[in-house]
Every structure is written in C-alpha cells, then in structure tokens.
C-alpha cells in the first residue's frame, strides 16, 4: 500500500482549496463569536443593558439552532447541487453575513451582531453536509483516513486560532472594533477566492426534488439510516462524542478560574492544549490504521477517553494551590502538568474515535444519500449538544463539583460506548484484531490494496495458527465471512467471539450431514449479499509447517456462487504459542520476542473457471515461499 504522507494532500488542487475554505470558515466563525462575547463580557455596559450571563448562554444557542432547522435541507442542497458551487455561494453568504456584522460593530447595534451569529449558524449548516460529502469524491481509500485527520486537525486548530484572534483583537484600544469588522470580511473574501479553485464536484442525485418540511425530511433522514445499522450507530457514536467533548469543554471557565484559581490566560491554555489534542489524534489516525480505514480505534479512542477523563478527575483532587495564579505560576504548581497531560490525551483519544467514525460513514452510506445523512448527523449532534447543557446544569445544581462531572462524564462514556459496541461487535473484533498485530507481531501487508472494497469474493489461505483470522480481519478493507470448523465453533466464550463476527461453522459429511449443507447454503447467502467470506482449504491447522492437501470445498462454493477467488498466505507464524508445532512453542515464541514479524500476502484474483483445489494450493504455496 503507498505510504504518502497525509499533509502531501495540501499540495494537491483536488484537496487543498477545499481545506483552506473549510478552515478559513471555522477561523471565521470563532473569530467573529468570541470576539463577541470577549466585548460582551468586559465592556457589556457600552452595549447592553441586558444581563450577561444570558447573552453569553444565548449566543452559542443561536449558533446551534440553524443546525436543527435546516440541516435537513442543506443536506438535500448538497446532494442535488454541485459541492463546489455550493461552496462559492456559501462562502458569498459569509462575506455578507459579515458586512452586516460591521455596520453592528460601528454602529453599536447589538442586534445586528446577534442576527450575524445566527447567519454564520446558517453557513456553517449550509456547508457541513458539503464538506463531508466532498472527501469521497476526490480521494482515494487509502486516503480518506488522512484525509478526515487532515480536516479535522484544520477545524479544531482554525476554531482555536480563531478564539485567541477574537479575544486579542476586539479589546485593542482604540481600533478593536475596526479590526474585528475588517478582519472578519477580509477573510470571508479570502475563502471566497480560495472556493473559487475548487474543482468540480458532480450532484449525486441532481433529480431529487427537495422536500422543504424540515420535520419530516429530519424523519425521513434517520430512518433511511437506520436501514444500516452500521452506518446509524457511527452516526449515534458521532453524537456522543460532541455530548462528551460539550460537557469537558463547557466546565474548562469556572474549572481554570474557581479550581486551578487561573487567570484568563490558564483557561486559554487549556483549551490550547485540548485543541492540540485533538489535532494531533485525527493526525495519528492514518499512521495507526496503515491508510485504510480502521473502525479498530474507535473503542481505542473510547477507551483513552474514559481512562484520562477519570484521571482528570484523580489529579484535580491532587491540585493544591489556592493563590491566584497567571499562566507561568500555574505551570509552576504542583500537579499542573498531570492535568495538562490528562486533557492533552482526552483530545488525543478523541482524535482517534472520531476521524475513523466519519471515514466509515463516508464509505458505508448510500452515495446519493451522504449528504442528507450528514445534515441528519449534524441535527443528531446539535440535539446532543442541547442535552449536554442541560445535564452539566443539573449537575451542577445537584451539588456536583466540576472534577465530579468529569468523573461522572468519563463513566457515562463508558457504559454509552459498551452499549453501542455490544450493538455492533464488529467495531470490538477489529479493535481486537489491531491490538494483537501491533502487540504480538509486526504485520506488513503485501499487495493488500487489491483486497475487494465492494462486491462478493471468496478469500482462500493457508492454515497456520489460532490467530490466522484475525491478521486477515485487520487487513481486510471491510468485515469477513470466516468458515470455520464447527468444534471450534463451539468452545466456551470463543464461541460468542465468533458469533459476534458472523463465523460460519462447517463440519464434515460424516460427522453432521445437516450441518455441512447448512454451511453452504450460508456461504452462499453471504456471497448473494456481496459479502466477503474466507476459507481455509487444508481444513485444519498445519502440524508441521508445511501446507496440507486443499479440499474440494472451494468447488461446491463456486457451483453456487460463481465469484472471484482471491489467494492468500501467511508467512512468518509458524512456531509462535498460537501454532500446533510440537517442539517447545512458549521458548520459541519468547525468543521470538514481541513485535515478531509476519507477513500477509495477497496474490491476482482467479476467476471461477480458472479454479481447482490444485491450482490455489500452488498459488497459495507460490505466494508463502519458504518463509513459513
């Protein structure tokens, strides 16, 4: 599989004006927002009379609403209209969203900057389906990874910057205001010109006829995806993750100012550091999922974020000081730098939990149907957000302190990600899979890219240990189909590990008759669906390293389901613990050491004709070699 770098993607024209629009509209949006709030808050009397606390909960509230009310169209704009047009006339929205926001700044009318908040809740409305309906179309598979990571690093980084710009610019004296008014039209202009190079991006569905009840298209929308189950839980897991990351970022005010006694600059640290966080983790994605896309590091990613929310929790009851502290006196106290690495790695952890959701929505939904399933995501999300706020304020007026709704937070997190990963086991199998090859063994794939991403196919390997399925699991680009021996089938708790995967059990003629033909017609149900599903023709494991005879099984698949056959083989397994080698497999394996390496070789598909039980097994022995 090529090895790109993801950031190469920013030289290219088919990705980086669209990340320049993209980010330069989050940078917009923050700058304007916080600015904003920053004058509302510090000079509230040149503008209002109104209480402050109010506005400061109300404006983030006119920002979301948009997202309720109109989402549900955006998403079918998008899927009828061209994405780069659609994404000029957005950008023109911007920049006239911040006129209007210029005259309110010179003019000191209040309700014209929180009529532009609204405006730019509708921009970002308007554009969210665009952007991730985008991606698919321009890159490859084993760069949409990257690509996600790319974007979402951009987004988190952009609303970072865009804070600290907002906050520094509205209170220079005397030209703040005129700084905020131009800078924030000065850069909607910018992404204009930078949309402008973005190319053409065809209309999955020009014909749909727009359906402008906002209600039921919203209906309409999350029943059509919980038609994939898959596909609906990532949407759900998407969701909970914004509920998570409101909750931890909402408390990060009065937690700098009321438990770590920080100053205005110890809260902008933190939410720096959060920031980085998850820049760095949507980053990391591409290089721990090898540039395919990994649903293993969504449980990963959950897991981290409930370990270091709890520990965040643990070390602000360590934290002691209770001087007031600016940024340097904060560095200075005692646990400080423990509750910095904590909210670092929940910003990692997201990171990893939620690039590899969006990838696999972007791949798994209906084509025609990605946006409005993004505009139903973004609704999903916004609703979540709302329930956040609720219940951070009911715990607060429960009595809970801050550190305790981390606490509370991390393990609500948990129980939600338990939940949905026993709704879809496949996201645990693969977190399995990815766990041992990056522990037990150092895995290289070979040729692994020409594995099927849609469409039936029958995968053929050599039988070599316990762990043979799961090294081909974590390189398959989707879920398998293992035909596995029945007796195996059966063992106590692996039995419910190979339900959960969809194992199909076999057992010979002799044994169970019923069972066997049962088998078959299985396989070829899965084969109808377009599913992938593996065989190993020795029928049992290897006890000497060398391949044993294939059977004839692959030929009663094929009568069946006329398919594409793809051989495989495993190299470098033989003489691990997991192998029925009959010297001393545990001094072998220790002198193997971790990270031992093995490879997985795929080799051209054979067409239906082409096949024999003779010709795979040479095939299959061609592509092992000597390395056993």
């Known amino acids: 599989m090529s ?350 939990y939620i690039v590899p959701l969006f990838a696999l929505i972007q791949t798994r939904c209906d084509p025609k149907h990605l946006s409005r399933t993004i505009a139903g995501m973004n609704i999903l999300n916004a609703i979540f957000m709302v329930v956040a706020a609720l219940a951070a304020m009911l715990m607060l007026k429960s009595g809970l302190t801050i550190p305790e709704i981390f606490l509370v937070t991390a393990i609500l997190n948990a129980i939600v990600a338990t939940y949905i990963f026993s709704l879809l086991p496949e996201f645990l199998m693969r977190f399995i899979a990815w766990l041992l090859i990056h522990t037990v063994h150092r895995v290289n794939g070979v040729n692994t890219e020409i594995l099927p991403e849609e469409g039936a196919a029958v995968l053929v390997c050599n039988h070599v240990s316990y762990m043979d399925a799961i090294v081909i699991m974590a390189y398959s680009p989707r879920p398998i189909r293992f035909v596995m021996d029945h007796r195996i089938f059966q063992i106590p708790f692996l039995s419910w590990v190979f339900r959960t995967a969809k194992a199909i059990p076999i057992a010979p003629a002799k044994e169970d008759p019923w069972l066997m033909e049962k088998s078959y017609i299985d396989i070829a149900k899965a084969l109808h669906d377009g599913e992938l599903v593996c065989i190993f023709p020795e029928g049992k494991l290897t006890a000497t390293g060398d391949m044993n005879e294939f059977k004839g099984g692959i030929m009663k698949i094929l009568e069946r389901s006329p398919v594409p056959v793809f051989p495989m083989a495993l190299r470098g397994l033989w003489g691990s613990f997991l192998t029925r080698d009959k010297g001393n497999s545990f001094g072998r394996s220790f002198r193997r050491g971790p990270f031992s390496k093995l490879e997985m070789v795929v080799g051209e598909a054979l067409q239906p004709s082409e096949v024999t039980p003779l010709v795979l097994q040479e095939k299959v022995k061609s592509l092992r070699g000597d390395w056993k």
Request: overall charge neutral; aromatic content about 14%.
């Open 3 to 352: 090895q790109h770098s993801q950031f190469s993607l920013l030289g290219q024209r088919r990705f980086s004006p669209f990340f320049w629009t993209q980010f330069l509209g989050a940078f917009n949006d923050n700058v304007f927002k916080t600015a904003l709030l920053t004058i509302l808050t510090y000079d509230a009397l040149q503008w209002t009379d109104m209480d402050v606390g109010l506005l400061n909960n109300l404006i983030p509230g006119l920002f979301i609403l948009p997202f309720v009310l109109f989402s549900a169209t955006s998403g079918q704009l998008a899927d009828k209209f061209e994405k780069g047009k659609m994404a000029r006339y957005v950008k023109l929205l911007e920049i006239a969203i911040m006129c209007i926001a210029a005259v309110g700044w010179m003019q000191h009318q209040l309700w014209l900057l929180i009529a532009a908040v609204a405006g730019m809740g509708i921009h970002s409305t308007l554009f969210g389906p665009v952007k991730y309906a985008y991606l698919p179309q321009h890159l490859k598979a084993d760069e949409l990874v990257g690509g996600n990571g790319v974007i979402e690093m951009g987004t988190f980084v952009g609303i970072l910057l865009g804070e600290i710009l907002g906050a520094i610019l509205v209170v220079h004296k005397p030209w703040g205001l005129e700084m905020v008014a131009g800078g924030t039209i000065a850069i909607a202009i910018i992404g204009w010109l930078f949309s402008l190079r973005i190319p053409y991006s065809p209309a999955p569905e020009p014909e749909l006829v727009i359906n402008w009840n906002a209600a039921t298209e919203t209906v309409r929308n999350i029943s059509f995806s919980k038609q994939n189950r898959p596909v609906f839980l990532s949407l759900l897991g998407n969701s909970w993750f914004w509920f998570y990351g409101a909750i931890i970022l909402a408390q990060f005010p009065m937690y700098a100012k009321n438990y770590l006694h920080g100053d205005h600059s110890v809260f902008v640290l933190l939410l720096t550091i959060f920031s980085f966080g998850i820049g760095a983790g949507s980053l990391l994605c591409e290089r721990l999922s090898g540039h395919k896309i990994e649903i293993g590091l969504v449980p990963f990613g959950s897991i981290g974020l409930s370990l270091f929310g709890f520990d965040l929790y643990l070390s602000s009851l360590t934290y002691t000081n209770t001087v007031a502290v600016g940024l340097m006196g904060f560095l200075q106290q005692a646990g400080s730098w423990r509750i910095l690495f904590d909210i670092s790695m929940i910003g990692v952890f997201g990171g990893l």
